[in-house]
């Protein structure tokens, strides 16, 4: 292990072996795979059944998984957590994981099991989940007639390529289907990617993986880790070794039946992880025929995107607990104000919150007047494709999309107006 970073490691572990960080003492450690790299290791030894082997997420070494995993070790689970972004010197972004061999983390799932004698659990969360089922894959095709592994822990696992333009179908990474593990995904409700478990639990099957989902009500993505946890999640979050521990007990109720890997016949390119940040208003890629939109608004109306036909239309979907969306909902205000005598029209669409949610919200965060309208059941959502928020579509006079953006933006910029007088102008 280089000088360095075996000091700094050391300290961590003492860090942690102190209260009230751990309950369970942790110990630095580190695996050298056959090319020589030194993958660096935090072990929380415990006797109970089964090994956990913890790969981090897109967010790096965090100090709320590594308590998780101390207190995992005083309830009797052993665990194992890997920091992979040191081994290979690569930096905290989902792009990284594409430069990960999934070999040498194979090479230390089996190496946990011959050491520890214990079946091997994974656990990872968001792009993290790709490493972890890639690695898993790797294992199987090296370890055909070996006891199967456990299974996986997935905590609102990010398993498309990339997210996509706005309008068109998202394409899931190879190894998905390709995935043949008992699997338990931890999923926030409050969150773009509960929406795509109708896509995901059946690809993950596909490869004859058994498939449990967890929804955890109340709370978003990284819950445990947010800097602007609700109350809602900082409760979650003090539970998280407990539904890491029930997780544990639901994948151990799976038969132990041999598990052949599935031929992985795609590959995706390391590149195509990285997501675009530059945020500009583009011509719509995509079929310009919109999807039917027909909800009711707050108003007690309901509005039609066809009884538009003739106006420009700002079609935008948003949540309440969504930041950026709340960053951007001021500018479209003031965009609405702009655009005040001309044929514009603004449908901000909500996604399936409680309508009481929603005029709280207006009431006591952000006050706009434009028309709020209620998808109530996600269906409108899962239609119009939307893979992230916020995500805007800009519908033309003669009612074909124009143009479409994820991410917030400034509505009144000078760029999108100009855009917009041009639409009307047509």
Not at 406 to 417: A, C, K, M, T
Request: glycine share 6%.
């Amino acid at each position: 292990m280089y000088p360095n970073l075996a000091r700094v490691w050391l300290m961590l572990a003492l860090i942690l072996a102190w209260p009230p960080y751990g309950q369970a003492a942790a110990l630095s450690q580190s695996f050298t795979t056959a090319g020589g790299t030194e993958i660096p290791l935090l072990h929380f030894p415990a006797k109970g059944r089964g090994a956990v082997l913890w790969l981090p997420s897109e967010s790096g070494l965090l100090p709320q998984e590594q308590q998780a995993a101390a207190a995992l070790a005083k309830a009797g689970v052993e665990v194992w957590y890997a920091d992979v972004f040191s081994a290979y010197f690569l930096p905290t972004l989902g792009s990284s994981f594409a430069k990960m061999p999934p070999a040498d983390v194979a090479a230390l799932i089996e190496h946990l099991r011959r050491t520890t004698g214990k079946r091997v659990y994974l656990l990872s969360a968001g792009r993290g989940a790709l490493l972890a089922l890639r690695a898993a894959h790797r294992w199987q095709e090296q370890h055909p007639r070996a006891k199967p592994l456990g299974g996986a822990i997935l905590i609102s696992p990010k398993l498309y390529v990339r997210t996509p333009e706005p309008g068109l179908e998202g394409q899931l990474m190879p190894v998905v289907t390709a995935t043949n593990l008992p699997l338990l995904i931890l999923q926030p409700e409050k969150s773009i990617w509960r929406w795509k478990m109708k896509r995901i639990v059946p690809a993950l099957s596909r490869g004859g993986s058994d498939v449990f989902v967890r929804y955890l009500p109340g709370v978003r993505d990284r819950f445990y880790y947010r800097q602007d946890a609700t109350p809602a999640e900082d409760a979650m979050a003090r539970r998280l070794p407990v539904l890491l521990e029930q997780a544990l007990r639901m994948l151990r109720t799976v038969d132990g039946k041999p598990r052949p890997p599935v031929s992985i016949t795609a590959k995706a390119s390391g590149e195509s992880l990285a997501e675009r940040t530059d945020r500009r208003l583009r011509p719509f890629r995509g079929n310009p025929q919109p999807p039917a939109l027909r909800l009711k608004g707050l108003d007690g109306k309901v509005h039609d995107l066809a009884q538009y036909r003739g106006k420009v239309v700002l079609v935008n979907f948003w949540a309440t607990w969504c930041p950026p969306c709340v960053r951007e909902m001021p500018s479209i205000e003031r965009l609405k104000h702009k655009m005040a005598g001309r044929p514009f029209k603004i449908l901000a669409v909500n996604m399936a919150e409680d309508r009481s949610a929603v005029e709280r919200f207006l009431h006591n965060v952000v006050n706009v007047d434009f028309t709020i309208l209620l998808d109530s059941d996600g269906a409108a959502l899962s239609r119009w494709k939307v893979f992230a928020f916020p995500t805007t579509y800009v519908v033309g006079k003669h009612g074909r999309i124009r143009y479409a953006l994820f991410g917030s933006i400034e509505w009144d910029n000078p760029d999108v107006l100009h855009k917009l007088d041009r639409l009307l102008r047509r």
